[in-house]
C-alpha cells in the first residue's frame, strides 16, 4: 500500500509517519509538506534514508504539484495533516487558514477523484464544535454535535469537514474523517501550551497563562492518535466521522502547575495575561463510536503522557532551540540544496 501524508514534517504527521513505517514496514509513504513555520524538515530526519519513505516539498493548494505527485506516485490513501492550527495566528491572519485549510483540502480531493484513491482521511479536531459550559460535567462532543466553531481557525477546519462530506455525497469520493481532542508528545511546535510551558521553564522564564488558566482541554496523547487514525484506514466505515479523545481533561493552569513541578520549578513562574478573543470555555470528546465499532481506546494517562512529554523534550533541547533561534528552517537547504 502506498499513502500519500501531507503536513507530515508537523507535529502530528510526523509522528503518524514514524508510527506507520513501525506498523507497517512494507507499506510506502511519501510525506508532502511545505515547510511552512511550522513544518520542520529535521524532525524528519530518524526516516530520511529508510527505503519505504521519500520526502517532497510543496503545498497542498499547488494544483499543478498536487496533480503531478499524484499522477507519478499512484496513491492508495491519503492521509491530510496539512493544516495552519493556531488559533491566535488565525485571528491575526484568517486568509492563510483559508488557502490552506480549505482550498489545500479541496485540491488534494479533487486530486484523490482523479486518480482514484481508494480512501481519503481527513484529519479534524473538535474545535468544530465551539465549546461546553464549564459547569457541565455532564455534556461531551459526539459525531452529532453541531457544528459551531468560535475561530477563523476552527472555521477554516469545519468548512474542510463540510466539503470533505460533500464530495463523498456529490462525487461518492471514498473519506473518513477524525475529530482528535488536544494532542500533545515529542515533536511538539513551541508555540503550542505544553512545549511552551517546557521550553520557558527551562529557561527560567515567564509562562503565560490566558486569564485565570480555567479553560479545560481534553488531553490525547499524540501516539495514542496515531493507532486510532490507523484503526480508521482499514476498519472505519467510508463517509463516517470518528471522535477521537483521551479522557483527560485538564484545565490550563493545572496543566501548566504539572510541568512545572515534573521540572522542579516554582510556580512564581506563571504569569496571567489577558484572555484570547472568543476562547472556547471547556472541549470534551465522547469518543463512544470509535470505541464500539473499532475496538480503539486511549491507552496513554495524562500522568504517564506528560511525564514521557518532559523527558523527550529536556533529551532533545537542541531540537527545539533550533526552532525558537530559527535555525531549523535551514535544515532543508543543508538536505537539498535550495528553498
Request: net charge negative; proline share 4%; charged share 25%.
Amino acid at each position: 500500500m502506498k499513502l500519500l501524508i501531507t503536513g507530515a514534517a508537523g507535529f502530528i504527521g510526523s509522528n503518524f509517519v514514524f508510527y506507520m513505517l513501525k506498523e507497517h514496514p512494507d507499506y510506502e509513504i511519501v510525506a508532502y509538506d511545505d515547510l511552512t513555520y511550522a513544518g520542520n524538515l529535521a524532525t524528519l530526519q530518524p526516516v530520511l534514508e529508510n527505503s519505504h519513505f521519500k520526502f517532497v516539498k510543496g503545498d497542498v493548494a499547488d494544483r499543478r504539484r498536487v496533480f503531478s505527485l499524484f499522477e507519478n506516485e499512484k496513491f492508495d490513501v491519503v492521509v491530510n495533516f496539512a493544516a495552519e492550527s493556531h488559533v491566535d495566528r488565525s485571528i491575526e491572519d484568517p486568509g492563510v487558514f483559508l488557502k490552506t485549510n480549505v482550498l489545500g483540502t479541496q485540491t488534494l480531493m479533487d486530486a484523490a477523484r482523479r486518480f482514484k484513491v481508494k480512501r481519503f482521511h481527513q484529519v479534524g479536531t473538535d474545535e468544530v464544535y465551539g465549546d461546553l459550559p464549564l459547569e457541565r460535567k455532564d455534556l461531551f462532543f459526539t459525531e452529532q454535535t453541531p457544528i459551531t466553531a468560535s475561530s477563523p481557525y476552527s472555521a477554516s477546519k469545519a468548512s474542510a469537514d463540510l466539503l470533505v462530506m460533500a464530495y463523498c455525497r456529490t462525487y461518492q469520493l471514498p473519506v473518513t474523517i477524525s475529530r482528535c481532542s488536544n494532542n500533545y508528545g515529542p515533536y511538539q511546535f513551541p508555540e503550542k501550551l505544553i512545549p511552551l510551558i517546557i521550553s520557558r521553564a527551562m529557561e527560567d522564564k515567564e509562562i503565560p497563562v490566558y486569564g485565570k488558566g480555567e479553560n479545560v482541554r481534553d488531553w490525547l496523547y499524540v501516539v495514542d492518535h496515531c493507532k486510532a487514525i490507523d484503526q480508521i484506514l482499514h476498519n472505519g466505515k467510508e463517509g463516517s466521522i470518528y471522535n477521537v479523545g483521551g479522557h483527560n481533561e485538564r484545565t490550563n493552569i493545572e496543566v501548566v502547575r504539572t510541568v512545572l513541578k515534573l521540572l522542579g520549578k516554582q510556580e512564581n513562574l506563571i504569569t496571567f495575561v489577558k484572555d484570547r478573543k472568543g476562547h472556547d470555555l471547556r472541549y470534551a470528546i465522547d469518543p463512544s463510536k470509535i470505541s464500539n465499532e473499532l475496538g480503539w481506546e486511549p491507552e496513554t494517562s495524562f500522568e504517564e503522557g506528560i511525564r514521557h512529554t518532559v523527558d523527550w523534550y529536556i533529551e532533545n533541547r537542541k531540537w527545539w532551540e533550533d526552532i525558537i533561534s530559527g535555525d531549523y528552517q535551514q535544515y532543508y537547504v543543508q538536505m537539498y540544496g535550495s528553498n
